[in-house]
């Protein structure tokens, strides 16, 4: 089932009474997401991701805009009409009822020709509990099971009645980092296995990109920029986007442009034949070093960190926006890390230029 | 392993319009039934107000009782205060509920501190006995109560009246429970600088606990102010009645089932504080009621 | 470690003095009591030991005729009033305005005078010479024929003993079932609402659950306060209770203590027991329902 955002539009009136002005939180969103796809919302918190979660669930109404499943309009439609599937951030199991009662809860809600047999609802829910691998708890409380199993009794309890579209609010922010990167392999799993449309929502760049067909980066209830995690990475529209992902972050200089040639303080770096003259943000991925012993950027050498496969070198550079830049090397090219100057060279496609005043990329290609 | 195909809900579509016309209804219907509850909560109150405005005359006119006072007058009030001793109730009250509640804290406050703060032999014992002791009911208590106070010749004393109220252990706890909350590094830092004990609950426990202090001597004076069963045994003379047995009296020996209006108006005036104080501390007082108060 | 501990017990000192006086001490006192024979006060001397109170309290018509009505207005006000106070709650916690006027009004009883109030009904359903009353005015606008609601049939005056109970439990009630209900996380009932739960549904299996324990709670409370009625039907009827055929068990306990009829300790030392038996046993029963029915 395809999800289609059209022009949506969500404004809350102000928490300040005094002030008129309603507060936007989610502003012009369009997009058509595609059936089957697994889709992350990204964002700091307070960009609007949660709220544009709440609107495609009917939870909350656009104030302007339209939502469609498929070709069918649902903007007017109250959640249970939707065929959507919810999963909350603190799972909001119900705590007196088993995992097998909870699971079965929204089969019970069916009425008319679609009204189950306990012993059909009972078969649907091990069905669904297999898939989520907890058909060996069904009997407990879910006070009874870890944070995971918990995550996965909720996801269940989700898809149990077949939903057209599955929606997941930080499915993982309550897990540990071991079980994080279990749980979002799992998540994955699931979600290629039904083939449901599924839109989750992150403040988490790594778990966004990691399992995401797409990501949507929103700020301020705007969307920046949506694509495939990778080329969003690679080809950040702003500053912003380009800040928010990645770690290491980028590492952001102050650069000028004359002549056709990228200046970062003194050192001259990189040729840019199609950028015009003037002063940019320049971000500089950490994997877009390269130490070089006649590189043209010189660093004050901080430390090194080791890190196993690679190194991270933590250098001073005038023109860096921060005290330090970071810069990613694989561990065999240690060599020459042993003076206290260090040279680069860069990798002209780990190299983004923004516009000072808006913060809009400026293309250095043509 | 199935892989279930979506479906679309078979439900039929209902508008938000329609689900918003039923809303509205059933939140009328909702406004309606708490209207009739407010309304039957009110009505005694307007009642005694309306009745104590009324004259004795007219009042014993009205075969059918009128909903407003055709002829105001206050004369009712002069009588409750001049004819009855009331102001007398009022202040024996008033004395017995301030002693009371200032000897309660002088009570519970040192005994929470022990609890909360001291470390001595038999501390886990001891509180265990305290806790039980909130499931004893004070009907049973009271029997010997009484004889021990009439034995010690205290009926009709002030003493009588308060020695018994004082203690409570639901509020010790109450109050342990609050001051357990401050960290222990307070009182450490405070003993570092060679604070006394007495000075750190005075000046440090009691003004953080100030919230659950001012909780307990409000629920403490709405209890006070009330309270009849033991007033009313311990005391017979007319000069130490409080105002519950007094309105009692009034009742049955002063204008009796005769004069309504005056007993009105006395019944206004006695409900009049509580209902301020009420209105005062609205918040704290529900606050309070709802972490474990029960009446009486 | 010596001195702390010296210490600590004198800061517990006025909490135990008070409390073993006039808790802890009449408490094995009336047990004591119930069973001693032919206790005189005068003399305060007693002929034997034995079980003879319990048999003559069990024997005597007033107590039977309290034991009845108390068990009467229990059977009555507690489901009644848990009922309403649920209904009344639920609606508060629905409504999108006026909840916390609402609730402040619902809230007023609680803290009014229980025998002032009482007498604003008594006036209210009283049948005099003069008027009938304005409960039987409103009564006979419907065609029922006027009641003595005071001095009248038992059903009448149990009808209206058993509304001023409910009037003045409910605050209480309300309350405690308000703020259960608010601490209900909002998370709940959006996933009930995205699955399409129907409101009925969600409202037995998802909101009773999940507020099961404080209602217990309220139920085993609303036994024991109920159990122990005394102060209301005083305000109704008078102190003279045995002649209005109104007692309850408590007010029988202070009937034998003192007054016209008192004077006998033991009598009501074994009335004391007997009413404790009852409410321990009731209490117990009802844990032991509720550990069957309250699940987390």
């Not at chain 1, 539009?9 to 969103?29: E, G, M, W, Y």
Request: proline share 5%; hydrophobic share 45%; net charge neutral.
């Amino acid at each position: 089932m395809k999800v289609v955002l059209d022009h949506v539009t969500k404004a809350f009136p102000n928490r300040n009474k005094k002030l008129k002005q309603d507060v936007i939180a989610v502003s012009d969103f369009t997009y058509e997401i595609p059936d089957g796809s697994l889709i992350g919302l990204l964002g700091p918190s307070g960009c609007g991701k949660s709220t544009t979660l709440n609107l495609i669930s009917g939870l909350l109404t656009p104030t302007s805009g339209r939502i469609l499943f498929g070709d069918e309009d649902v903007t007017d439609f109250s959640p249970e009409h939707r065929g959507i599937g919810l999963v909350f951030q603190n799972y909001a199991l119900y705590p007196h009822m088993t995992v097998a009662e909870n699971i079965m809860f929204p089969l019970g809600n069916l009425r008319g020709k679609d009204k189950m047999s306990r012993a059909e609802m009972r078969r649907k829910a091990e069905e669904i509990a297999a898939l989520v691998q907890i058909e060996a708890y069904m009997d407990r409380k879910p006070s009874e099971l870890s944070g995971g199993q918990q995550q996965r009794v909720a996801i269940a309890r989700a898809l149990v009645k077949m939903p057209r579209v599955l929606l997941l609010d930080e499915p993982l922010s309550n897990l540990d980092a071991r079980l994080r990167l279990q749980t979002r392999e799992e998540i994955h799993r699931i979600q290629r296995q039904t083939g449901i449309t599924t839109i989750f929502v992150t403040h988490d760049q790594e778990e966004a990109m990691s399992i995401s067909d797409a990501i949507v980066v929103m700020r301020d209830g705007v969307v920046q920029q949506i694509g495939a995690p990778q080329q969003v990475y690679n080809d950040p529209c702003n500053l912003f986007v380009a800040k928010f992902l990645g770690t290491p972050p980028i590492n952001v200089f102050d650069g000028s442009v004359s002549d056709g040639a990228l200046y970062l303080g003194e050192d001259r770096v990189l040729d840019v034949p199609c950028v015009p003259d003037g002063t940019y943000y320049v971000g500089i991925r950490p994997e877009g070093f390269e130490i070089r012993a006649d590189g043209p950027m010189h660093a004050a050498l901080s430390a090194i960190e080791v890190m196993g496969r690679d190194v991270s070198v933590v250098a001073a550079h005038p023109a860096c926006t921060t005290d330090t830049l970071r810069a990613i090397i694989d561990a065999d090219e240690t060599v020459g890390l042993h003076a206290n100057e260090i040279r680069f060279s860069l990798k002209p496609s780990k190299v983004c230029l923004f516009d000072r005043r808006t913060e809009i990329r400026v293309r250095t290609d043509k | 392993m199935t892989c279930p195909t979506p479906t679309t809900p078979q439900n039929v579509r209902r508008t938000t319009d329609g689900a918003s016309v039923r809303r509205r209804v059933l939140h009328g219907c909702i406004y309606v039934l708490l209207s009739v509850w407010a309304l039957i909560v009110l009505f005694p109150f307007y009642w005694m107000l309306v009745t104590s405005i009324k004259s004795y005359g007219s009042y014993n006119a009205e075969h059918i009782p009128t909903l407003f006072p055709s002829s105001p007058t206050l004369e009712n009030y002069m009588d409750a205060f001049t004819a009855v001793p009331l102001a007398d109730y009022f202040l024996n009250t008033l004395i017995f509920t301030t002693v009371t509640t200032a000897l309660m804290l002088i009570i519970i406050i040192p005994a929470a501190f022990a609890f909360s703060r001291l470390q001595f032999r038999g501390k886990n014992v001891l509180f265990t006995l305290f806790l039980s002791l909130m499931m004893i009911p004070s009907e049973l208590v009271v029997i010997t109560n009484f004889v021990t106070v009439t034995n010690l010749e205290l009926r009709n004393t002030f003493a009588g009246l308060i020695l018994p109220s004082a203690a409570s252990v639901f509020y010790i706890y109450l109050l342990k429970e609050n001051f357990s909350q401050i960290p222990d590094e307070l009182y450490w830092a405070a003993k570092v600088d060679g604070t006394t004990d007495l000075k750190y609950l005075l000046r440090v426990m009691l003004p953080i606990c100030r919230p659950t202090v001012v909780t307990v001597t409000i629920l403490k004076i709405i209890e006070c102010w009330n309270s009849y069963v033991w007033p009313r045994l311990v005391t017979d003379e007319e000069a130490y009645y409080l105002v519950s047995v007094g309105i009692q009296e009034i009742r049955e020996n002063g204008f009796g089932r005769e004069n309504i209006p005056a007993m009105m108006a006395a019944v206004v005036v006695i409900s009049v504080p509580l209902i301020v104080l009420f209105l005062i501390f609205r918040k704290k007082i529900m606050e309070g009621v709802a972490r474990g108060g029960t009446k009486g | 470690m010596e001195k702390n501990s010296l210490k600590a017990w004198l800061y517990l000192l006025p909490a135990i003095l008070f409390l073993g006086v006039f808790l802890v001490y009449p408490l094995v006192d009336v047990f004591i009591y119930s069973f001693e024979e032919g206790y005189n006060s005068a003399s305060q001397t007693y002929f034997g030991i034995g079980t003879y109170n319990f048999s003559y309290v069990l024997h005597d018509p007033y107590f039977l005729q309290a034991l009845k009505n108390t068990l009467i207005l229990v059977l009555i006000t507690v489901p009644v009033s848990t009922a309403l106070a649920l209904l009344i709650s639920v609606g508060l916690s629905s409504i999108p305005h006026l909840k916390q006027l609402y609730q402040t009004v619902f809230f007023l009883p609680y803290v009014t005078n229980t025998l002032a109030v009482g007498l604003v009904f008594m006036i209210l359903f009283a049948k005099t010479e003069y008027s009938d009353g304005l409960v039987n005015v409103l009564l006979s606008l419907f065609g029922m024929t006027p009641v003595d609601f005071l001095d009248g049939p038992y059903a009448a005056k149990m009808l209206v003993l058993c509304i001023y109970t409910v009037w003045i439990v409910l605050p209480f009630k309300i309350l405690i079932l308000t703020s259960a209900l608010a601490s209900v996380k909002a998370d709940y009932y959006n996933a009930a609402r995205i699955d399409g739960t129907p409101r009925l549904r969600v409202f037995t299996r998802i909101t009773l659950p999940m507020i099961s324990p404080m209602l217990f709670y309220l139920i085993i409370t609303g036994f024991i306060g109920a159990f122990k009625a005394y102060s209301d039907a005083v305000a109704l009827f008078g102190t003279n209770l045995n002649t209005a055929e109104m007692n309850t068990i408590v007010g029988y306990v202070y009937d034998m203590l003192y007054g016209d009829s008192g004077g006998y300790p033991s009598y009501a030392s074994a009335a004391a027991v007997i009413l404790f038996a009852i409410v321990l046993t009731i209490t117990v029963i009802n844990l032991l329902i509720s550990r069957k029915h309250v699940h987390y």
